[in-house]
């Protein structure tokens, strides 16, 4: 199992530029989490997906649209990106539901850093 | 929105020694997730804990879930150069069970 997978690694992209960050996961997890980490802020949810075909809001959505069209995918796009978007991006899934019983055990994959110029 | 205060901000040992952080919340949690990140890496889950006053141990490491439910504690007996990494604390709130809380993390250096 590679668990959670995201492409590309890095990234740098000049203002007004988009692109889309994919993040894929083999667990068959219902749900999973776009963050973004800066330094001294700890780690700030973008957008979640409580299962395929559904995405909501987190703590800083604006400037960022997800989509999920299939279980294991989960996409971040950045319509025009902006200085304020660098910052290094962490998807994560997990299962959430499980025998009966919440379990929010998130999963994480190893980042994109993006930098925007 | 809900907080975690994580503390302390960073930790400067010495290998061999113990170690101890905690988080605290003003809110009711029904679990807490203890969390390292070691550079250029994503966050690794250490210990999930889901009932209170539940004390859980993975290797080193002790992670108890406080009994008023506002709060959680990590330790690390005989640290390591390995444990080096910035620890951060979950946690799920009661009242809405679909996302974690992060806290800002606590940095621990570790020197030989």
């Known amino acids: 199992n590679a668990g959670v997978t995201q492409t590309p690694k890095f990234r740098v992209l000049k203002t007004g530029q988009s692109m889309t960050l994919l993040c894929a996961q083999d667990m068959n997890h219902e749900y999973m989490y776009w963050y973004r980490q800066d330094p001294g802020m700890g780690l700030r949810l973008i957008h979640y997906?409580?299962?395929?075909?559904?995405?909501a809001k987190g703590e800083v959505p604006d400037g960022y649209n997800v989509s999920r069209l299939k279980k294991q995918n989960f996409l971040l796009g950045l319509e025009s990106a902006a200085p304020s978007q660098t910052s290094v991006y962490f998807c994560?899934?997990?299962?959430?539901?499980?025998?009966?019983?919440?379990?929010?055990?998130?999963?994480f994959g190893p980042g994109t850093r993006l930098t925007v110029l | 929105g809900q907080q975690l205060n994580q503390s302390p901000q960073s930790m400067f040992i010495q290998e061999g020694e113990d170690v101890s952080m905690n988080c605290t919340s003003s809110s009711i949690f029904n679990t807490w997730l203890w969390y390292k990140q070691e550079p250029g890496e994503g966050p690794v889950l250490l210990i999930a804990l889901y009932k209170a006053g539940e004390l859980t141990s993975n290797g080193r490491l002790t992670a108890q879930f406080g009994i008023t439910r506002k709060d959680s504690f990590l330790n690390i007996s005989a640290s390591i150069p390995s444990d080096v990494g910035i620890y951060f604390c979950a946690g799920q709130w009661v009242y809405n069970t679909d996302k974690l809380i992060f806290g800002t993390g606590t940095r621990l250096q570790v020197f030989p």
């Open positions: 994560a899934s997990s299962h959430h539901l499980l025998s009966g019983r919440v379990y929010n055990e998130q999963f």
């Open positions: 997906s409580v299962g395929e075909g559904t995405t």
